[in-house]
């Protein structure tokens, strides 16, 4: 029998001193909810449409490959070191949709002790009303709702999405992170009076906020847009840009677009990166407004040094399908990005390794934990179980 003869063979090839990655290889197996993708066959094609038809907003379909195919199956394996990340049985799961209204957007936020998941409603969305008229809001589900419409019969079940009442109320959230035990927003802020803003939030009722910071010696931020806490220093890094003036709902930019740092000790708040055409490194789309394509779709890289201040910057990756958004690190320091087909997942090297397709723009995305990520596709919301892990929370 086949398998019989591959545990031999694995059996011999351990005992002959063949390092465990190769008998890991030679074990995996495919799971149902995978495919295979072996870019050698498309790097020929017979036809190469010129930009105007084929760009970053267009699916990628090459011979062989339907986009039912490529939904069907959505982990694409594109190298061996993606079967760590997937597991054996990796599962995506549609677990709720908004009709036009985008209100799954960005800042995805794993709260421990309630195992619940936030995320908020996109800012500036001409769909949603968002931006100058009224802020957008932060919104809840929990992972058991998520596993028990992963696991229904019926395919039509949805997880209950719940508002979040944060008071004083976070002004057009975008990016969200843990810090201590409660949850940072980057608020965007609401035409010329309400300035952009970190807020602290208690992520429990009353869901009680904190402003941290908002303004850089007397001067409004344009629109803080994301944010994170370094795993050692402990330090607050966040970029602000100007999507909140492209998107009608803030004033002209008044600050340079960059990444600041923000130290929680003594308030000291110092700019680490510039030179972005847009940080979060999405010059391609101009905010809203038509496209470039020659400018950056990118996620760069720099080393954060021992004093906390970056340097090596470097181009790290960029993506064919619309822009890199929600960037995220797993436990094993592999790169995961949103993109506009699903979630990109790169080895520390850049290799493209694989991707969780979703075939819509996965505007965000983050783990929960061990094994599960909840992923922010604009109407839909989608939960993933996995074998990878998300960093350890600060
Ligand atoms: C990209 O291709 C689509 C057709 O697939 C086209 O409608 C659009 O205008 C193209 N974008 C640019 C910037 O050329
Ligand atoms: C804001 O409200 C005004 C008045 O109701 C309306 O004319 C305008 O289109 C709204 N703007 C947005 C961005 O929704
Ligand atoms: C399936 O779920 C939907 C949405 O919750 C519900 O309306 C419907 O009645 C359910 N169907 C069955 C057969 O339980
Ligand atoms: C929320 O309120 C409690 C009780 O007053 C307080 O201890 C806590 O610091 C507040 N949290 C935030 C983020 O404002
Ligand atoms: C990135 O840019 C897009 C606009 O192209 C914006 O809608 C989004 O909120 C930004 N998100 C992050 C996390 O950087
Ligand atoms: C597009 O972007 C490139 C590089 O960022 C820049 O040199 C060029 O002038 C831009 N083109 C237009 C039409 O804006
Ligand atoms: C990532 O992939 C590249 C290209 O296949 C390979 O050279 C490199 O060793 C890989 N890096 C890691 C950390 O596995």
């Known amino acids: 029998m086949p398998s019989t003869l591959t545990v031999l063979a694995a059996g011999i090839l351990v005992h002959s001193g063949l390092d ?50 490529l939904t069907a199956k959505p982990f694409h394996v594109y190298d061996d070191e993606f079967y760590d990340v997937i597991g054996k049985s990796p599962s995506l799961t549609l677990i709720a949709t908004s009709d036009t209204d985008p209100i799954f957007h960005e800042a995805v936020v794993w709260y421990p002790p309630t195992d619940e998941v936030f995320f908020v409603q996109n800012a500036g969305a001409p769909a949603a009303g968002t931006g100058l008229n009224k802020s957008s809001i932060i919104q809840k589900i929990s992972l058991d709702d998520a596993e028990a419409v992963r696991t229904s019969s019926n395919s039509s079940e949805e997880v209950t999405v719940t508002t979040v009442p944060s008071d004083p109320q976070v002004i057009n959230p ?24 970190l807020y602290v939030m208690n992520p429990v009722a009353p869901y009680n906020t904190t402003v941290l910071l908002n303004n850089y010696f007397g001067r409004q931020f344009n629109s803080l847009n994301d944010l994170v806490v370094h795993p050692s220093n402990g330090d607050l890094y966040f970029t602000d840009t100007l999507y909140g003036y492209l998107q009608d709902f803030r004033p002209y930019p008044g600050l340079r677009n960059q990444v600041y740092r923000y130290n929680f000790k003594t308030g000291a708040v110092t700019v680490v990166a510039d030179d972005f055409t847009l940080p979060n490194d999405t010059g391609i789309a101009l905010g809203f407004y038509g496209r470039n394509l020659s400018s950056p779709a990118s996620v760069y890289q720099f080393d954060v040094i021992k004093d906390g ?28 990005a949103g993109c506009g087909d699903g979630v990109h997942v790169w080895n520390t090297s850049g290799k493209l390794i694989g991707k969780i397709y979703t075939g819509t723009t996965a505007a965000n995305f983050q783990f929960a934990g061990t094994g599960r990520m909840i992923i922010t596709g604009q109407t839909k919301l989608f939960y993933v179980t996995l074998a990878a892990s998300g960093v350890k929370l600060a």
């Open 20 to 69: 465990l990655r190769s008998w890991g290889a030679l074990a995996a197996k495919l799971p149902s909810t995978a495919q295979i993708i072996d870019q050698k066959t498309f790097n020929v094609l017979s036809d190469v449409p010129p930009p105007s038809q084929a760009n970053d907003s267009t699916v990628f379909l090459w011979p062989g490959v339907t986009e039912e195919s």
């Open 174 to 197: 975008n990016g969200g992170t843990n810090y201590k035990g409660q949850i940072i927003f980057a608020g965007e802020g609401q035409g010329d009076d309400v300035p952009s803003a």
């Open 309 to 336: 201040t970056w340097q090596n910057r470097k181009t790290f990756a960029y993506v064919a399908s619309f822009i890199p958004d929600g960037v995220h690190t797993d436990s094993k320091g592999r790169v995961y």
